[in-house]
């Protein structure tokens, strides 16, 4: 199956039925909507990207993802809200917010990115528990626990996004997540691209081929820093509000990790299938499983068993686990991740 | 209190606190030293102690008698057995389950594994929170701190002084002291702990010698649980207070330490974990008590920029 599938992109094959789910619900009936539910996936998927470039691509760990989420996210917050002198509109804000990513994406890894793979993991963890005690800290300017609110809707040609209908915000989102893709998929192919995997594959070997090694990772470091704040920005923008600083914890760092090692490192399609199988087991099969627990008494509803959000961290440390162990490409591999694991296997052999 | 008496308290507590810290911090200097990896879980091993704790003091009755009585001592001592004998058991099993079958992947594919592991962990420690237990108040808040009785009384031994110095600290010392002495002795003098220091070294070598390297690994990680659990039931005695998610905190705390006192270095993480109890204890005072966590953090970015191979670490080069 996953020859075919390679050959046709599945990347544009799920943005394609995803951009069909809300036609669809013109004629199924009403319990058969679902589309409400994928807005935050595209948002995790924006996320996962920007972790594949580093992680995926690259080979480097980074355990501190929902910070880059949180500077996009304060930072959209602060240019929008009128409480501050900024007040710009969507477009200009979300586009500096990228540039700030980046900026502080080259600012923690221009000391930090030549240290080794594990402790480089540790400093970006770090950096995670700092960005978020310093948001909770400085509260004269980003309003501690309550977060920074209320921001002004996206307007697009005139017409402002509001929550009573969610398929202008879906299609919106979708189309950032395309052109993310798109813009993955060129540098994937790119020589930049072609040198992050190189890195990933033998680091010695690159540099004595004359790939600037350090300069090629921290170029995927800060684009990686820069798309997840753009997911940060999204994010700010969809519920309207900074969120708090604990909303960006390690759990969501994690929850990236395991969309970019269940869905596949260094493959787009891959981590598009990861957002959705991993966002659609702590969403929809908790919730179902948690109901199936209480409906046939097997715990009382005040067990602790019987909350979905009880079971997320087993969700989670168990998906890594086991796919470490058993499927370390992931889900939907890319071609060079599979070669190396399975040396001699089928897709060996289709290569040229 | 007067100024010189603020530092002494503070001194005092840190130090305990430090003791506790050095013992979590010698699990993972001990687990890097021999295979290189950082092991995530280690702090959730910790917290997975504490509640095994506590569960055996709801099961022996203990938190009915009161403190200092010879009724809780022979419990406490039953407690500083089982506990870490049950976090040694586990850590092997979680190496034996795991990370054995990493061993010639990919580095990042056993550090992958433990957060998975410590995520695990984590959700086990909510699940057991829920126990229907008077000790975890029937289970109906899982997810809360939980109250570990007090067993140890907190009476000031230095009399009408203001500076506080109970039998907790004297029970901190008089347990991680000689456990460290006694951790010294095996890994420098007997026959297993000369196989553990030779397959850190080199293991393929080791292996040529004919040492089971597995076992040895194996062991390293029983040994490593076993310090976690000694800590956890001094920690839960000394601060009276749990929770799920104390592992995490509690494993950045001791991995900074490993590292600023050098991985894989004994002695360094001893150092380490006593800098970093006192670093908390005078950051709390001096400074403000929500800056301590950053401030922790900082540190550890710094000493891996820095100073990788840490105050007593020998700089080695990456093994290619």
Known sequence: MTPFLHRVRFHWILLLLAALIPLLELVLPPGWHFGELLRPIFLMAILGLGLNILTGFTGLLNLGVAAFMAVGAYSYAILTCDIYPFQLGFWSATGLTVLIGLAVGLFLGLPTIRLRGDYLAIVTLGFGEIVQDVLKNLDTITKGTQGINPLPPPTFLGYAFTSEKYQPWYYLFLAFLAIVVLLNRNLQRSRVGRAWISIREDELASACMGINTMKMKLLAFALGAAQCSLAGALWASFLGSSGEPGNYDFQISVMAVCIVIVGGMGSIGGVLLGALVIMGFSRIVLDNFTSFLKAHELVSSTNVLAAPGNWKYLLFGLALILMMRFRPEGLLPSRQVRAELHPGGKSEARNP | ?320
Request: proline share 2%; with cysteine; aromatic share 10%.
């Open chain 2, 1 to 320: 209190m007067s100024g010189s008496e603020v530092f002494l308290q503070e001194l005092i507590i840190g130090l305990s606190n430090g003791m506790i810290i050095a013992l979590i911090a010698l699990g993972y200097t001990m687990v890097y030293g021999i295979i290189e990896l950082i092991n995530f879980a280690h702090g959730d091993l910790f917290m997975l102690g504490c509640f095994c704790a506590l569960t055996l003091v709801g099961a022996l009755g203990l938190d009915q008698l009161a403190p200092n009585t010879f009724g809780v001592r022979g419990g406490l001592l039953l407690i500083l057995l089982v506990t870490p004998a049950f976090c040694g058991g586990l850590n092997w099993l979680v190496d034996r389950l795991t990370y054995r079958h990493l061993r010639e992947a990919t580095k990042l594919a056993p550090l992958v594994s433990a957060i998975g592991v410590s995520f695990v962990f984590m959700n086990l420690g909510l699940f057991w929170g829920g126990l229907r237990m008077a000790v975890f108040g029937m289970g109906r808040a899982a997810a809360a701190p939980k109250d570990f009785p007090v067993l140890i009384s907190n009476d000031n031994l230095l009399g009408q002084s203001a500076v506080q110095f109970t039998a907790k600290d004297v029970m901190v010392l008089i347990v991680t002291l000689p456990l460290m002495i006694a951790l010294t002795w095996y890994t420098k003098r007997t026959r297993a702990g000369t196989a553990m220091r030779a397959v850190a070294q080199d293991r393929v070598a080791a292996q040529l010698m004919g040492i089971d390297v597995d076992r040895v690994i194996g062991q390293t990680f029983f040994i490593g649980g076993l310090l976690a659990g000694v800590a956890s039931v001094v920690f839960a005695l000394y601060n009276n207070s749990i929770h799920f998610q104390m592992g995490y905190r509690a494993g950045i705390d001791a991995f900074t330490a490993a590292v600023l006192g050098g991985i894989g270095s004994l002695p360094g993480a001893v150092l380490g974990g006593l800098f970093i109890g006192m670093a908390r204890a005078f950051c709390d005072q001096y400074l403000a008590t929500r800056w301590t966590n950053a401030m922790v953090f900082a540190i550890l970015i710094l000493v891996l920029v820095f100073r990788p191979s840490g105050l007593l670490g020998a700089k080695q080069k990456e093994k290619v």
